[in-house]
């Protein structure tokens, strides 16, 4: 193997803060799904059609724990390493942390299934302090419900998404590990965000969307991600200055590199959302395919066919 190409590979970097945070998510999380499997016994009642998935179904498990590994690479793989060297290669990292880790984490609905994963001693203060706050009389609850109203998520999904992308910003972030690190926990915070209103996962503080509504919700990140991929990809000039002096390999120069970048941003960054779209479009069809048939006494006399501003 080429020595670049190894040295790539092998050039993971282990930080210990983000493995503790990781691994203890997954021991809570792994933990409470099991107590509740035992408790539950899904496997004697089959579920039927319209109702929800329990919370210790396999997959949730399978989503939340790829969702933590999907956030290791992003951050400690050679991913992280590269991305200071190649524009593309950091793209492909942020869209790890804003369109996949998010949705694979809140689709597990991990909120009650990691209080249960808790040492009961944990478990009952943390649970008690939860209610005080999310308690329908609670002020902090309006304070919360105000302050993550979709809205206003939406607009704060927007500026920050496209304020890192500021020239000025992207290169302090590329200079400055603090800075590198904050545009990291930005991204993946207000995409948590985004992404609960999505899936409906707990805590429930807002009206939950009907369906159209999450799928309109959803296709409304695509505007503002494809533009500013498009603008990147098309720019006829180097955007970001920090890679011109960043050293160059795979024989990418800066230009190709920027180009390539904003292509993954527009094209598979907002094919994130519209596969999203389209699952929760499936899920809609779904319902309506189990709605019951009207029996043709509802609907097959000439009253019931003719609207009644139309009756003479």
Known sequence: MDPVNKAILLSWSWRAEIIIVLVLAGALYTRGWVLLRRRTKPHKHKRRGGQPYPLTAVWRLIFYVAGLVVIGIALMSPIDVLGGQLFFMHMIQHLLLIMIAPALLLSANPMAVTLWGMPHKVRKPVGKGLSFVLNSDSKYRGWIRTATAPGLVWLAWVIIIIGWHDPDMYNWA???EAAHDLEHITFFAVSMLYWWHVTGAGPRIHKQFNLIGRIAFVILAIPPNMLTGII????????????????????????????WSGVIMWVPGSMMFIIAALVLIAQLLSEEERKPILPEKEWGSDEKVIAPGMKK
């Open 174 to 176: 590329l200079t400055n």
């Open 232 to 259: 990147i990809a098309f720019s006829p000039t180097v955007i970001y200055t920090y890679y011109l002096t960043a050293p160059r390999i795979w024989n990418v120069d800066v230009l190709t590199d920027q180009i």
